[in-house]
């Protein structure tokens, strides 16, 4: 069954994976201060939207994984690739955020981008380490599953 899925739709397997392995730093990160907030725009924006970058560059570059012949060290550095790339979609998304949470703030878009230059830069010192090293683990798991699931299902046939 899992072999059909990771053949009929390679980028929903590999975005849903890599939003699993996504939503673990977010929720380890975030979730404490949110729960205490109790507010859902703040639980949106600090644990929903990084789940779901992590869910579009998953699919986006994520899904080559799937495909028969990738190395474990290809699938490793595709996933680190992978959870990277999704927080560099996610720094500018703050930056608008949190300018946009500021109605009357002068100069809008250099704001923008040095909220986004500070989440990007600040923030990849203290959470990149962490989205390599789960990127990776992720990359390499989900090669090992298709690897299984592919193993399994020609030991069926």
Known sequence: MLREWIQRSPRLVAGIWFAIAGAFPSLAWFLPSVMQDADV???LSFVGLPIALAWIAGAWIGAAILRRGTGMVHAMLRGMGVLLLAYALLAPCYGLLNVLQRPHTPHFVNAILMETYMVLFIGLVAVGWILVIIGGVAGLLLCV?????????????
């Open 41 to 43: 725009g703040i639980f």
């Open 145 to 157: 599953v298709v690897r299984w699931a592919s193993g399994s299902s020609s030991q069926q046939s």
